[in-house]
């Protein structure tokens, strides 16, 4: 298991410091303003890939140990996309996306659930290999296409942006098909269930699972829109460039949780699963604490000059009101993931619906009264409160 995450980890960390140059890059060339307009169209597409996750995300891994793949596959399929569909047309009539990118944000949308997919398939298959394959392409091609559109090409601007976005998906959604093709061409002794019957199975499991993931995105993201109201789109590229970084960190949460979620998802042994969660979620606090101490020692001068530019200025402050939330939201990725690999989803959606409440409460208080150091507090009470709400749960099934 050691060996797992340090490749899935140590692949997550060489995607994050490509997308790390290009939030420079992006800071230097598009500024506050530029970096806002990316940061809510990416806030909309993940939006919507939760909405798919519905019947495309951990609903498959969980499934497909007990179904063939040829018949979760075209579920799967349909739902991303009438939910990408559905999903852009309510936030365009809700006039919460950028003028021009609905159309980008939908089909973005699909394109991004269907890799997500595939790449649950290949979590559910223990091919890790393929995994971390899928996020390196994914992050080497954007990084060269962005740089080849921005600089060659002249062509630096947020549809020069888009435009690098879709050539990275494609490709790396051309990759995960091909991974794909053995666990279609395999016989499978699993049972089939008629078609009804197993979609009303993986709605019920995936209205818990989605409602999760929905609560959790709105509690990390809705602070974008958030911010928009009330500092306008310019602090939206303030705050989604510090997110950004110490987001960075979360990567290793996110990491070893894909390990942990496929481990606890095949085995029905409650010892095992508490094994497993404890010493994992003990590997990623003391992984996240020592990460997020180095951002935080980083001083201003360097974040705010040498790397984003003058107009970043008051950056490390975000980065150190986000640092315990994202220490919490680590934490609670670890024991979330133990509660949808063992079945019992209702606790980490109820977790995240306690985290989207609390940011409903604080963001409007603080953000009015402190702006995006504001908006980091709240994520960071929210985040505090999802992770309170697992431990003690879990505490008290386990009596850890």
């Known amino acids: 298991?050691?060996?797992?995450?340090?490749?899935?980890?140590?692949?997550?960390?060489?995607?994050?410091?490509?997308?790390?140059?290009?939030?420079?890059?992006?800071?230097?060339?598009?500024?506050?303003?530029?970096?806002?307009?990316?940061?809510?169209?990416?806030?909309?597409?993940?939006?919507?890939?939760?909405?798919?996750?519905?019947?495309?995300?951990?609903?498959?891994?969980?499934?497909?140990?007990?179904?063939?793949?040829?018949?979760?596959?075209?579920?799967?399929?349909?739902w991303i996309a009438a939910g990408s569909a559905a999903g852009t047309a309510i936030m365009y009539l809700a006039g919460i996306l950028p003028d021009g990118y609905a159309l980008h944000v939908g089909l973005l949308s699909a394109l991004y659930s269907l890799i997500l997919a595939g790449q649950r398939f290949l979590t559910g298959s223990n091919n890790f290999r393929g995994f971390n394959a899928i996020i390196l392409l994914q992050g080497l091609t954007?990084?060269?296409?962005?740089?080849?559109?921005?600089?060659?090409?002249?062509?630096?601007?947020?549809?020069?942006?888009?435009?690098?976005?879709?050539?990275?998906?494609?490709?790396?959604?051309?990759?995960?098909?091909?991974?794909?093709?053995?666990?279609?061409?395999?016989?499978?002794d699993r049972p089939r269930p008629k078609s009804l019957e197993m979609i009303g199975r993986m709605l019920r499991y995936g209205l818990w699972s989605a409602a999760d993931n929905m609560a959790e995105t709105l509690a990390t993201r809705l602070n974008y829109f958030l911010v928009e109201h009330f500092a306008g789109r310019g602090s939206v590229g303030l705050l989604d460039a510090a997110t950004r970084i110490a987001e960075s960190v979360w990567l290793i949460s996110r990491s070893v949780a894909h390990i942990e979620y496929s481990r606890i998802a095949r085995t029905s042994s409650n010892l095992l699963q508490r094994q497993i969660t404890l010493r994992l979620l003990r590997i990623t606090l003391i992984a996240i604490t020592a990460a997020i101490a180095i951002l935080a020692l980083i001083p201003e001068g360097l974040y705010a000059v040498r790397f984003f530019g003058p107009g970043f200025a008051g950056i490390r402050g975000i980065i150190l009101a986000l640092a315990p939330g994202i220490i919490m939201l680590g934490g609670n990725t670890i024991m979330s993931h133990y509660f949808i690999g063992s079945g019992k989803v209702r606790y980490s959606a109820f977790s995240s619906l306690i985290g989207f409440s609390a940011i409903l409460i604080a963001a409007p208080i603080l953000?009015?009264?402190?702006?995006?150091?504001?908006?980091?507090?709240?994520?960071?009470?929210?985040?505090?409160?999802?992770?309170?709400?697992?431990?003690?749960?879990?505490?008290?099934?386990?009596k850890a």
């Open 1 to 78: 298991m050691l060996k797992q995450i340090i490749s899935v980890v140590g692949t997550r960390y060489i995607v994050a410091a490509l997308n790390l140059i290009l939030i420079f890059v992006n800071a230097r060339m598009l500024g506050t303003e530029g970096l806002g307009t990316i940061g809510l169209i990416l806030a909309a597409i993940n939006i919507n890939t939760t909405v798919n996750s519905l019947l495309g995300g951990n609903t498959l891994v969980y499934f497909m140990q007990r179904y063939p793949i040829r018949m979760l596959a075209p579920i799967a399929l349909i």
């Open 367 to 398: 953000i009015p009264a402190w702006g995006t150091i504001g908006a980091a507090a709240g994520s960071s009470i929210a985040f505090a409160s999802m992770f309170l709400f697992s431990l003690i749960i879990f505490c008290r099934q386990h």
């Open 142 to 188: 954007l990084f060269i296409a962005l740089l080849i559109i921005y600089f060659p090409m002249e062509h630096a601007s947020v549809d020069g942006y888009v435009a690098g976005n879709y050539i990275s998906q494609i490709i790396a959604a051309l990759l995960s098909f091909y991974l794909l093709i053995p666990l279609f061409r395999s016989p499978s």
